[in-house]
């Protein structure tokens, strides 16, 4: 692959995104169609606990499809899940509600998001192993910010997509469609690329794989449950949250989220180039010390919140989160061992977003329901943090000494 061609990769990684991040956004919005319960409280963890139901189908991708993509090409296993993602979108557009077809329509729903889980699985990994393979050692930072910030476009065009709709009848079977529509637009882009691929060789078994490099597993995942938990909180969460807890309603929290992430989008490529003078541990670990401190007191101020609250609170969680985010892809690419990078990256996001990161929605919302305590849903994202910040200890400690040194 050429280094011009770099950007049709980043492409594929925004139209993928934009097709994710829709039922998450949209989980406000469903939860009272697929749910059927007078409790919207309720209703709303239902519609969030169906993420965490992907915890087998992710890993179970990501072996699947990581071994695939490193044993007979990358470009190969990312055709495969971008064609099944734009089949299950499909198939979401047309799913029956709970007013049609009774306990079905939410079995349904979950099927299919097993499904989209399954295909997903080495999306992300994938397309960023193609880029960091074909660019400069030296830069791999700044990459990894630029291929995060395609990412964080394709959601924000998801948020300002249903921002825009969200108040016509049935919008959201209308977005799913697009979503499957530019999976498809994402396969032909990326069909034509001609990939130098890595040699393929026989290898052990995927399994005792990941076994032999657990602890580089155990790091990753615990990273992208926090990385993930983060960003689903300030994200998906929020606009269900907010309107719960103040007057703020499900329109203007989906309006300040299209907002936010118009902020991300832009500060990634920024703290990619700060990345440059600063190393990854160390941005990794302000990112974690930031959030894992100031969480918890940030979220006293939502109770009754204004806009501008909401707002402060989002912002100041999304920027630690960036900090994090912009290194993130390139440090698991280096720590990761070269034949095994696919199946251990794949594996290691999947587990540590459907393990660690999902049930922090879920968790977090059932804890303030029980508590009424209104920093209660920080309490999962904080321990997965403490989780996280105990697996770069070592790599903290090597930087600090090697700059000693």
């Not at 990459?143 to 964080?152: K, Q, R």
């Not at 396969?187 to 890595?198: A, D, S, T, Y």
């Not at 994202?381 to 910040?389: F, H, K, P």
């Amino acid at each position: 692959m050429k280094k011009s061609q770099v950007p049709v990769v980043m492409i594929g990684n925004l139209l993928y995104h934009f097709d994710r991040a829709l039922f998450g956004l949209l989980a406000p919005f469903l939860a009272p169609i697929f749910f059927h319960h007078k409790n919207p409280i309720y209703a709303l963890i239902l519609m969030y606990a169906i993420t965490p139901l992907s915890l087998l189908a992710k890993p179970l991708g990501a072996i699947v499809f990581g071994y695939l993509g490193d044993k007979v090409g990358t470009q190969r296993s990312l055709a495969i899940t971008l064609l099944g993602m734009a089949l299950i979108s499909a198939l979401m557009a047309a799913v029956p509600t709970y007013e049609q077809v009774g306990i079905t329509a939410p079995l349904l729903l979950m099927f299919y998001r097993f499904l989209i889980g399954f295909f997903s699985a080495g999306e992300t990994t994938g397309g960023a192993i193609m880029v960091f393979e074909h660019s400069n050692p030296s830069k791999r930072n700044l990459v990894s910010s630029f291929y995060d910030a395609s990412g964080i476009l394709g959601v924000l065009l998801a948020s300002l997509c249903i921002w825009l709709f969200n108040s016509y009848h049935n919008f959201w079977r209308a977005l799913f469609l697009s979503g499957s529509l530019i999976g498809i637009i994402g396969w032909f882009l990326r069909k034509p690329l001609k990939v130098n691929e890595r040699q393929k060789s026989s290898f052990e078994s995927p399994i005792k794989t990941l076994w032999d490099n657990r602890k580089v597993v155990f790091k990753i995942a615990a990273l992208a449950g926090f990385s993930y938990g983060n960003y689903y909180l300030i994200t998906n969460f929020m606009n269900g949250f907010l309107p719960l807890v103040s007057k703020i309603s499900k329109a203007e929290a989906m309006g300040l989220n299209t907002a936010l992430l118009l902020l991300d989008f832009l500060f990634l490529p920024l703290f990619g180039l700060v990345s440059l003078k600063i190393t990854k541990e160390k941005l990794i670990l302000i990112s974690l010390l930031g959030i894992i401190i100031c969480s918890a007191p940030l979220f006293y101020m939502l109770e009754r919140a204004t806009t501008f609250n909401a707002a402060f609170v989002r912002i100041y969680l999304m920027v630690f989160g960036v900090v994090l985010a912009a290194p993130y892809h390139a440090f698991i690419y280096e720590i990761s061992p070269v034949k095994h990078r696919y199946l251990i990256g794949a594996f290691s996001t999947a587990i540590g977003g459907r393990l660690f990161g999902a049930p922090i929605l879920p968790l977090g919302l059932w804890i303030y329901h029980k508590t009424h305590l209104i920093w209660a849903p920080t309490i999962p994202l904080i321990l997965v943090g403490i989780l996280a910040l105990m697996s770069i200890k070592s790599d903290v400690l090597k930087t600090k000494k090697a700059s000693i040194a």
